[in-house]
C-alpha cells in the first residue's frame, strides 16, 4: 500500500479491516496540540516574569504524563491481541 500525502492518504490510513477507534483522533491529536499550546503560554508567561509560571508547567508537565500513560496503555493494549493474531 503507498500512501499519498494529503487528505487523500489520511483517508487510506483510516480504511481497513481494523479502523481506528473514535477517541483515537482525541486523544492522539487534539489534546496533545491544545497542552502543548498551553506549554508555549506558560513559556509566555516564564519570560514575562509572572509568579504562577512555575505551577503552570507543573499542571502541563502533568497533564501531558498522564495523556503519555493513557496512549501507551491504549496502544499496548492493541497490539498484544495483534501478536496472537499472526502466530496462527
Known amino acids: 500500500m ?7 492518504g489520511a483517508q487510506q490510513l483510516r480504511g481497513g479491516d481494523d479502523p481506528p477507534h473514535w ?15 498551553a506549554l508555549a503560554v506558560v513559556a509566555m508567561a516564564f ?6 509560571a512555575p505551577n503552570g508547567v507543573a499542571g502541563v508537565i502533568v497533564g501531558l504524563l498522564l495523556l503519555s500513560v493513557r496512549d501507551e496503555y491504549d496502544l499496548v493494549t492493541w ?10
Do not use: F, I, N, Q
Not at 23 to 37: A, E, I, K, Q
Not at 47 to 52: D, L, Q, R, S, V
Not at 79 to 88: F, G, N, Q, T, Y
Open 2 to 8: 503507498t500512501l499519498r500525502p494529503g487528505p487523500h
Open 47 to 52: 519570560w514575562k516574569g509572572m509568579a504562577c
Open 23 to 37: 477517541t483515537d483522533s482525541w486523544y492522539y491529536g487534539l489534546l496533545p496540540l491544545l497542552l502543548y499550546v
Open 79 to 88: 497490539l498484544a491481541p495483534k501478536r496472537d493474531e499472526s502466530e496462527d
